[in-house]
């Protein structure tokens, strides 16, 4: 059973850095599509980015150039480092993974079946 954990949340001025850590345990996570989303209070849940199985990312319009999605195979962790942080990135993060082998890697939050409890992200002028 794939367990996921995310860390590394708090608050941070604007124009500043955060870097969200998410530990995987209990399967061969590599094999799997994972992704990053968020909530912002009072607003449905987005999809920040994905990271697919052969490495290759992508985001969200509102993060790129900004946020870089990577992943450490041997420490079975996956990492979101996130630059330039604004108003509008304030909410609560979360890791999930999509078991769906052979699909395509998308930011549909109802495409992933396992969920980390997630990690709040404050960013303040």
Known sequence: ??????????????GGSLRLS?????????????????QAPGKVLEGVGVIDRDGSTTYAE???????????????????QMNTLKS???GMYFCAIDLRLGRA??????????WGQGTQVTVSS
């Open 1 to 14: 059973q794939v367990q996921m954990a995310e860390s590394g949340g708090g608050s941070v001025q604007t």
């Open 22 to 38: 998410c530990a995987v345990s209990g399967d061969r996570y590599s094999s799997y599509c994972m992704g990053w989303f968020r």
């Open 62 to 80: 509102s993060v790129k150039g900004r946020f870089t999605i990577d992943k450490v195979t041997a420490q079975n962790t996956l990492f979101l």
């Open 88 to 90: 509008e990135d304030t």
């Open 105 to 114: 890697c998308g930011t549909v939050p109802g495409d992933f079946a396992v």
